[in-house]
């Protein structure tokens, strides 16, 4: 204020301050920095060379103060921030499409997604890396908080022309087949090995996959049955290249799920994008 006045009457004016208040922080602002900042010719006060340097580094650090201002105001009301969610590999299908309506409403938050198995999702949520997690079968334990927002059916899936399509097929028909499976860590996997409990000796892994993609391309290709959630084949549908088996038991009726920390201190986007997904899914 003194700077910009030449004048620290002025200065302790608009400060609120007295006169000699303003002198002293003048005073031990020089000793900080070694230099003098003011100079007196006659009744009236300049800047030194110095002076004038630290007026430019006072201006930025307000530009700078006003601007962390701005940006907090931001990511306090939701506009702003990072959004962290690992979505399963199985929800990727709609739940990016998800994130990319979220992120038109809201086009300066920064977006971190990771897609992963069921596993690699309840370690990221235990270490706290993410804010959110889109998975389908969330350990029961108060250490999480669920909430189910969509149906997530699994179904066994063939090839249109398999001789098992429009049948009815028991448990023990698909023993005799080849089954295409996920990996281990998967949830899908973890389901399947749930349907065949009793069974999990004979039954005929033929392929392992990682990926729904790579196992649709299996199964069309006559490696063998696999059981999908629908929402992973609805263009194999379409186009008539998968065929979902009448399987007794099935379609095994699952959810999917928005999981975080129940402890986790959720930011305001975080927040903002878990009701988005609990209002506009179906
Ligand atoms: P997955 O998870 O992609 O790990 O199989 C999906 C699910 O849990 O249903």
Same mark, same amino acid.
């Given at each position: 204020m003194a700077a910009t006045h030449l004048s620290y009457t002025r200065a302790s004016e608009k400060l609120y301050m007295s006169q000699p208040a303003v002198s002293k922080q003048i005073r031990q602002l020089e000793e900080e920095v070694g230099v003098s900042l003011f100079e007196k010719v006659g009744k009236k006060i300049y800047l030194t060379e110095a002076g004038e340097q630290m007026l430019k580094y006072a201006e930025s650090i307000l530009g700078l103060v006003a601007h962390a201002k701005d940006h907090f105001s931001e990511v306090k009301d939701g506009t702003k921030g990072r959004l962290k969610v690992a979505v399963a590999s199985t929800a990727s299908s709609f739940a990016i499409e998800m994130l990319g309506k979220f992120r038109k409403s809201y086009p300066d938050v920064d977006f971190d997604i990771e897609v992963t198995n069921r596993q690699t999702l309840l370690s990221n949520l235990d270490r706290n890396l993410v804010d959110l997690v889109i998975m389908g079968q969330p350990p029961e334990n108060p250490y999480y908080s669920v909430e189910p927002f969509m149906e997530n059916p699994l179904v066994f899936i063939a090839p249109p022309e398999h001789h098992l399509v429009g049948k009815k097929v028991s448990v023990e028909d698909l023993i005799n087949e080849s089954i295409v499976a996920r990996e281990e860590g998967s949830g899908t996997r973890q389901a399947m090995d749930g349907f065949f409990e009793g069974y999990c000796d004979q039954l005929k892994i033929g392929m392992l996959f990682n990926s729904n993609d790579s196992i649709?391309?299996? $199964?069309?290709?006559?490696?063998?049955?696999?059981?999908?959630? $629908?929402?992973?084949?609805? $263009?194999e549908l379409e186009h008539e290249s998968l065929a979902i088996l009448d399987v007794e038991n099935t379609p095994i009726n699952r959810y999917w799920y928005l999981v975080h920390l129940s402890e986790k201190k959720m930011s305001r986007v975080a927040e903002i994008f878990r009701n988005f997904i609990l209002e506009k899914a179906v």
């Open positions: 649709k391309s299996a $199964v069309i290709s006559g490696f063998g049955l696999a059981l999908v959630s $629908v929402h992973t084949i609805q $263009v």
